[in-house]
């Protein structure tokens, strides 16, 4: 238990990825990393954390990661399967 104000989910996340539904449910939002560390999503604050594996990094060193932002009408299911699809290119 992270705390009473955030709980922790029992199931790990298995992607990359943050999905959340808007309140007509008919719009979607959905975040994808191809490396992460962990996903939060706390309602009723429609908080969305996506914690990308980028380790330490030296002066002057770089990573680069690759993630994808999708906007659009849909449902859940079709932007996780757009998640999906993005991190097995």
């Given at each position: 238990m992270f705390s009473e104000k955030w709980?922790?989910?029992?199931?790990?996340?298995?992607?990359g990825a943050i999905i959340r539904e808007a309140d007509?449910?008919?719009?979607e939002?959905?975040?994808v990393w191809d490396e992460f560390l962990s996903a939060q999503g706390q309602n009723p604050w429609t908080c969305m954390h996506l914690s990308l594996r980028i380790g330490?990094?030296?002066?002057?060193?770089?990573?680069?990661?690759?993630?994808?932002?999708?906007l659009?009408?849909?449902d859940a299911r079709d932007c996780l399967q757009?998640?999906?699809a993005f991190l097995k290119q």
């Open positions: 709980p922790t989910d029992p199931a790990n996340s298995e992607i007509d449910g008919a719009h939002a959905g975040f330490a990094l030296a002066p002057d060193e770089s990573v680069t990661r690759n993630g994808r932002i999708f659009y009408e849909g757009r998640c999906e």
